[in-house]
């Protein structure tokens, strides 16, 4: 399956498109976005050159699932999916920092920490901890939400200070980010899975806070499988996990980590089925259903188009 990395279209009542790292936004008449969950991949801040087929569909199903299951926690912009690498939503004024949740010493975090830092985001971090301990309590470490280039790590008092959140919309920040991560935990634990940390984005609409972007997906989360964790915790081994750290140690391991000079290791073929697999093996873990791969002789980009122009049009007479 050709992987879709690139998308052109023009909706009715289309003012214009965004081009993320690996969506593609649709402003439909001020009022409605179509997000269109590429199968470009990112890390480090970077686009990597090829995409993972299916990937796409994989994220925004997720997402789907995870948004639905957590808006008695918080409203979120979800209106419809009406294709399966499409969500539409309301059109939000995003905040301009991202909520990340650590339950766990893992990731960047780690990297941090081994290099001597004992506080992230102002927030202390005992000593004596090992790679992938468990956190006493989840912890909440916000960045800077970039429009290009990397996301900068910030604490709370600099986010209210400089005036990108307010007290009051922080602090229901904080509240709706460790509900959501509590959630998400006990929706992995049921699958046999540890939610280790993620991140969530939020926006206002109608002047009040909703959840918006994606959930728990693979690319916004980490995963470790539970069973086993205190075992190979105590022996110093590797977390069995699933989530897309797994490509950033790949590209580490070739010498990228997205600094000026370095290059993108190639990514062959088995690379890319390596990374499709396990895209696809964590949809089945975290919804216990079989992923469904679309037929090979579909038009993915007619049928997108199709069903999105379908989805506004029935939008518009409701």
């Known amino acids: 399956m050709e992987a879709v990395v690139r998308t052109d279209f023009n909706f009715e009542g289309q003012k214009g498109r965004y081009v993320g790292k690996v969506r593609d936004v649709y402003n439909i008449d001020d009022r409605l976005l179509a997000m269109v969950v590429t199968d470009r991949i990112s890390a480090f801040d970077v686009v990597l050159p090829k995409g993972i087929p299916y990937k796409g569909q994989i994220l925004n199903q997720i997402a789907a699932r995870f948004l639905d299951a957590t ?62 301990d468990k956190f006493p309590h989840p912890i909440i470490t916000p960045t800077t939400k970039a429009d290009e280039g990397h996301d900068e790590n910030i604490s709370k008092e600099q986010i209210i200070e400089s005036g990108l959140v307010s007290r009051e919309d922080y602090e229901m920040l904080e509240k709706y980010t460790l509900a959501l991560f509590a959630r998400g935990t006990e929706m992995a634990s049921r699958r046999g899975l540890i939610l280790v940390d993620t991140k969530y984005e939020f926006g206002k609409y109608d002047g009040k806070i909703i959840l918006i972007d994606e959930i728990h997906t693979p690319d916004s989360s980490r995963y470790f499988y539970s069973e086993g964790y205190e075992q190979r915790q105590a022996s110093g081994e590797k977390q069995k996990q699933l989530s897309k750290e797994f490509v950033r140690e790949w590209l580490m391991d070739n010498g990228f980590q997205g600094k000026q000079g370095q290059k993108v290791p190639e990514m062959t073929e088995e690379i890319i089925n390596s990374i499709s ?42």
């Open 277 to 318: 697999e396990r895209y696809m093996e964590l949809y089945e873990r975290i919804t216990g259903e079989k992923f469904i791969k679309p037929a090979e002789s579909q038009d993915i980009l007619k049928r997108i188009e199709t069903n999105v122009a379908e989805g506004i049009k029935q939008l518009g007479q409701s």
């Open 71 to 132: 808006s008695d926690i918080v409203p979120n912009w979800k209106i419809s999916t009406p294709d399966p690498m499409v969500t539409l939503g309301k059109k939000c004024e995003p905040f301009k920092v991202e909520m990340v949740v650590r339950g766990y010493l893992a990731g960047s975090a780690w990297r941090e920490y081994k290099a001597g830092c004992r506080s992230l985001c102002g927030v202390p971090l005992p000593e004596g901890m090992h790679e992938n």
